[in-house]
């Protein structure tokens, strides 16, 4: 009896070390295929590696499917996740609470179809039609044939097995916009070596969107010397569009942006590079807008006969002409309000100053050739004493001045 209880004894101690030495592989091997097996069916996984010690989580080759339809097969593609988590009840096989999160090698396909759909738009759909069943499963059974997944019979929300971070810090990120319904051509614009911190808060069964906001910076087409910024906020569950918009631009190649400025703009740009602030708030699909833009560079002509000065209120030619003042380099400052349906653009008050001012220098230059008219045919001796006093008419255009500059 001694000798079979010592021999079982060493068998357990055997065991245990064995279990002990490699406790990380079991863990590893039940947590990950717990994981896979409640992943939703549009996410996939290559790989996930934990650490106990540090309580961390990596997670390799993240894939997010499209909704169908588009041409891409994957929403978004992500090489390298990184998760800060705490488990449930001290047992990460209970659930996890990832309390940091972060990621890298990131590429966003947002895609628009010729018949105007939108894969974003389309997203909160797709991931109702494909959440998660309510079941889940908590624990790994072992046999000769291998390891299997067993479900449990107790059945409970997903919330209750995983908790998210609503922020999410992305680096070196691409966003590639492939748009069919701008022009009979497909046009494709990216944002590349994105740094942004996203917040994104789902309602409690991971099925909608409940708030989106974005803080960050990139380049346009892959060129370090144009630089995008921003900070916008968007409410998906508010049915007319609710969205706020702060993007600044440096040294960004407005002809890029032609096919979406082209309808409401009446002159063509040529060429040119922007810099400056644009700011487009939408509240329940009215918007308000105001931009102040710096452009270099640029080459612009007017359009003939074209639909775009309808949306303007103020005479093109007088906007034109302002352009034209300074070829070089130019403030254009501009609003819009409307809908977006029906928007309006209204001069800013940098050009609108400017245009006055042209306007009164030229009717002061009428009233001066009038006046060098008036005196040579009065003569030389009436013609010294009427210049040496303006007349009523220039002091107020004088007086407009001055008020104009206060």
């Given at each position: 009896m ?7 004894l060493?068998?357990?101690?055997c065991?245990?070390c064995?279990?002990?030495l ?14 896979r ?12 590696i934990f650490?106990l010690?540090?309580g ?7 894939n ?11 929403l ?5 996740i ?12 209970n659930g996890?609470?990832v309390t ?7 590429l ?5 179809l ?23 499963a ?10 299997s ?9 997903v ?5 998210l ?15 069919n ?13 994105i ?24 380049n ?16 998906p569950e508010i ?24 309808k ?12 400056g ?9 009215n918007i ?11 080459d ?7 639909q775009?000065?309808?949306f303007w209120?103020?005479?093109v ?7 034209a ?18 928007p ?44 040496a ?12 001045k001055?008020?104009?500059n206060?």
């Open positions: 001694k000798k079979f209880l010592f021999i079982i060493l068998i357990f101690v065991l245990a064995g279990v002990y490699y406790r990380h592989e079991i863990f590893q091997y039940s947590a990950e295929s717990i994981v097996k409640n992943l939703p069916p549009y996410v996939s996984i290559d790989r996930i650490d010690k540090h961390s989580m990596k997670i390799n080759g993240l997010i499917k499209n909704p169908k339809g588009f041409r891409t097969s994957n978004a593609e992500i090489e390298l990184n998760c800060g988590y705490k488990a449930f009840g001290g047992n990460i096989l996890i609470e940091d999160l972060s990621a890298s090698g990131v966003i396909n947002i895609e628009r010729k018949d105007g759909r939108l894969n974003l738009n389309e997203m909160e759909e797709f991931l109702r039609e494909n959440a998660p069943s309510s079941g889940v908590t624990s790994v059974d072992t046999n000769k044939q291998g390891a997944i067993v479900d449990s019979d107790k059945k409970v929300d919330s209750k097995f995983l908790k971070t609503e922020i999410i810090n992305l680096t070196n990120a691409k966003i590639i916009f492939t748009d319904a701008i022009r009979n051509t497909v046009y494709k614009l990216t944002f590349d070596n740094k942004s911190k996203f917040t994104l808060r789902l309602n409690k069964d991971y099925t909608s969107l409940v708030y989106f906001a974005s803080v960050g910076s990139g346009v087409n892959e060129d370090m010397s144009q630089i995008i910024s921003w900070d916008i906020s968007f409410e049915k007319e569009l609710t969205m706020s918009n702060r993007l600044n631009f440096d040294n960004v190649n407005i002809v890029l942006f032609n096919p979406y400025y082209e409401f703009f009446p002159f063509y740009i040529g060429k040119g590079l922007v810099s602030e644009v700011i487009c708030d939408f509240d329940r699909g308000g807008s105001m931009n102040t833009i710096i452009l270099k560079n640029f612009i002509k007017q359009k003939d006969n074209d775009s000065a309808g209120n103020i005479p030619n007088d906007i034109t002409k302002y352009l003042t300074a070829p070089g380099e130019i403030t254009f400052d501009f609003k819009v309000k409307g809908t977006i349906k029906e309006r653009f209204f001069i800013g008050p940098v050009v609108q100053k400017a245009i006055q001012s042209a306007a009164i220098d030229k009717l002061a230059g009428l009233f001066s050739k009038e006046n060098e008219a008036n005196n040579a045919a009065i003569g030389n001796d009436s013609a010294s004493n009427s210049t006093q303006k007349s009523d008419t220039e002091k107020v255009v004088d007086l407009i001055g008020l104009m206060r």
